[in-house]
């Protein structure tokens, strides 16, 4: 099974239907128990950082989804999921994130487009257990304002280009991180879903 995390922000039902529409069983949950049930673990998100950071802290999920990562699981973070994955954010003042890995969350400073950066955009993507590398047509979906910074490369498994490169994808070890929304990015997207739920 497949939890989702529901710490009352992001866009829960669009990503299990994506899981579901692939064969997958997947479940929203705020509760401890299915997390520790589950095969895999998804934490989307859409909204301020400071907030997601906050819900989770206030509902134990944080402590119980480490644990679970602790032990192995494949866990993917989807967006802000993504941007909550790294040491900070400066999204409207200094957050702490979860330090899986390192790296700080900042806004976009591009001259001459708008921002937030919404819309599709092509992904200049390495091999990686979640998609191939040849990023020409790997076309995915983003919606953000703020972008991860001074990742290690060896943690960088896709970048995109909006005035200049920022980081659109991540894993260390099990703990994998898109900035796009895989479910809506069509096939594509579909695909990177399909490896992360084979992955065991």
Known sequence: MIAIIDYGMGNLRSVQKAFEFLGFDARVTDHKQDLNDASHIVLPGVGAFADAADCLNKSGLRGAMLSEINTGKPFLGICLGMQLLFDKSYENGEYDGLSLVPGEVVPFKVTGLKVPHMGWNNL?????????????????????????????????????????????????????????????????????????????
Do not use: C, W
């Open 124 to 200: 200049i993507a390495r091999d990686n257990m979640l998609f191939d590398s040849g990023g020409a047509d790997k076309y995915v979906y983003f919606v953000h304002s703020y972008h991860a910074a001074d990742v290690p490369e060896e943690y960088i498994i896709a970048e995109a280009d909006y005035g200049y490169r920022f980081t659109a994808a991540v894993q260390k070890g099990n703990v994998f991180g898109l900035q796009f929304h895989p479910e809506k990015s069509g096939d594509v997207g579909l695909d990177m879903l399909r490896r992360f739920g084979g992955l065991s």
